[in-house]
Nanobody, 124 residues
Framework: QVQLVESGGGLVQAGGSLRLSCAAS????????MGWFRQAPGKEREFVAT????????DYADSVKGRFTISRDNAKNTVYLEMNSLKPEDTAVYYC?????????????????WGQGTQVTVSS
């Protein structure tokens, strides 16, 4: 079992920045592909970013490409999502997830473990 706990969410003005963290316990995070997803009220959960086990490869949703950066520190069992140039449409609950696979993973159903989420609200 892997327990994931997100932190770092909050209220920020448009154009601002936030850094989300996802701390893992129970298993070594380096064994898992990690991803960030988000869900806005009334919408389905959507892919935001993914990073391979070693951190050597990443990918992003088109809506956040160039503004968000996913990274990981396997020694600290932590994954990060740096969010810059935030827009009101980025408002959502953000979730981190872990997958027992290789490569990059885009689909929620491919992830085995999920955190409880952290709220990000961007005001205009």
């Amino acid at each position: 079992q892997v327990q994931l706990v997100e932190s770092g969410g909050g209220l920020v003005q448009a154009g601002g920045s936030l850094r989300l963290s996802c701390a893992a316990s129970g298993r070594t995070l380096s064994n898992y592909v990690m991803g960030w997803f988000r869900q806005a009220p009334g919408k389905e959960r959507e892919f935001v970013a993914t990073i391979t086990r070693s951190g050597g490869n990443t990918d992003y949703a088109d809506s956040v490409k160039g503004r968000f950066t996913i990274s990981r520190d396997n020694a600290k069992n932590t994954v990060y999502l740096e969010m810059n140039s935030l827009k009101p449409e980025d408002t959502a609950v953000y979730y981190c997830a872990a997958a027992r696979v290789s490569g990059v993973v885009y689909y929620p159903m491919s992830y085995n473990y999920w955190g409880q989420g952290t709220q990000v609200t961007v005001s205009s």
